[in-house]
């Protein structure tokens, strides 16, 4: 029987053999440039995100060849902005990729999907529909803009405690951290995380780090995940349990949204429940908990990185600090956020901030729909993933003129890329589409009161020699933090 078993096992292995080499040569997206090892594995990548450099090695990809490339064999990224929109547009056929489903408050890649999570168009249609309402900016000046000034004033308070402490220097990053965490915590759960009073982020936020190691180990090494979280000791470990304890937090808004319906906003969830009483659709308990924890994940680094990079580029250009200060003193101590929106020097810092330094500018994977399409020339297959990212399209010079250059004027009212369509094409820092990051309204918002009040207080701030250019360089996973972990900031002793 031994003998007769091993060339039958050698005969089927080589006929596997062949089947796949033939697959390899004879895939349509050979045609696509790339490098060699595209046509076998992805791996290269993989490598990159777990060393928090993903968006810059596709970048390079894309600057050695051009703007479709073989990233692995059955992935394409795309920089150019005419496939983007085709990609993107709303009503496109293109569906997220399931690399989504990895990324949120549930077990790594398992269902209920939140908002952001979810690949199904129509599961999402409804869904966006229910708590768009929310989310837009008449909605939120409504209802939070007193409460996101109250936290934006807290940080300043911190900041100045701190400075007290440290003879003038503050690590403003923390801060802003603390105070996007709190901001977004009562808009969800309906109650603050108080981590500005704390002075410390909440213990929660661990999870959400053991959650996302969960959630790459399960992505890049499906089979290592599933015999780990089996095994004795090793499947106890945190990363494991983590989202457990995500969800439990979300129920925290299942129980203020209910208990406050009728007011519509004790946080975000109690104004949908009351809407959704007239309208078809509602959500579960256990809707609510995903999207609360979702949002609560995706709402803190985001903006607080973003204030961050926007803050210490325009410390690094005394005209332009000048400049902006001068704008924001000009405003009257009741200013809102109407009124910042119109304020030209604050837009174009934002605009700016938001190109360079976008807090999620890694790839957006999609799913090439039924039929396949043409794209740039090449015959991409139903099922073959394509994505994007918009670090490349930020910084191609095709879309923008000197691009690694932080040049807010162009963004000014007769600057160039304000007045160009191929730019407003490429500029995508929340996404595009029906998918656009639905917390862009509210992520703006504290922008706009987080630069102002910091540039009205603080006069005369400075970089600390502690920040240097070494510390600001960008890793990144998912979003992208400092490489150092924190901006330290040197305030005027006039300023605490």
Known sequence: MTLTFVPLLAATSAVYILIKLYQIFTNPLNAIPGPWYAKFTGLPGTIATLKRQQVQYYHRLHQQYGPFVRASPGQVFVSDVKAFKTIHKVGSQFTKAE???????????????????????????????????????????????????????????????????????????????????????????????????AGKEDPWFEEVNFANTAAFT????????????????????????????????????????????????????????????????????????????????????????TLTYGIWAVLLRPELQNALENEVLGLSDDFTDAELERLPVLHAVIEETLRL??????????????????????????????????????????????PESFDYSRWMPDGESTNSETAKAAFTPFGAGSRVCIGRHLAEMELRYGITMFFRKFQGARLSPATTPESMEMDNLVLIEPRGKTCKIILSHKRY
């Open 99 to 197: 690399y989504y489903h990895y990324f949120g408050p549930t077990e790594a890649g398992s269902p209920p999907y939140g908002l952001f999570q979810m690949t199904d168009q129509h599961a999402h249609s409804q869904r966006r529909k229910l708590l768009g309402r929310g989310f837009t900016s008449s909605s939120l000046r409504a209802d939070w803009e007193d409460m996101v000034r109250e936290k934006v004033t807290m940080a300043l308070e911190g900041m100045t405690i701190d400075a007290k402490i440290a003879n003038g220097e503050v690590d403003m990053r923390k801060w802003w951290i603390l105070m996007a965490c709190d901001v977004v915590s009562k808009l969800m759960f309906g109650e603050s995380f108080d981590a500005l009073k």
């Open 218 to 305: 399960a992505l890049s090494f499906p089979w290592l995940y599933a015999v780990t979280k089996r095994l004795p000791f090793i499947g106890s470990l945190r990363m494991f349990s983590s989202y457990k304890v995500l969800l439990d937090k979300g129920r925290i808004a299942v129980k203020n949204s209910k208990q406050a319906a009728a007011s519509q906003a004790s946080n975000l969830f109690s104004k949908v429940l009351f809407q959704a009483e007239k309208d078809e659709g509602s959500l579960t308990d256990m809707d609510i908990c995903v999207e609360a924890a979702a949002f609560m994940i995706a709402g803190t680094d985001t903006t607080s990185n």
């Open 357 to 402: 330094y976008g807090a999620a500018p890694t790839p957006l994977p999609r799913v090439v729909p039924t039929g396949g399409i043409q794209l740039g020339g090449y015959h991409l297959p139903a099922g073959t993933d394509v994505a994007t990212q918009s670090w490349t399209l930020h910084r191609d010079p095709e879309n923008f003129s000197d």
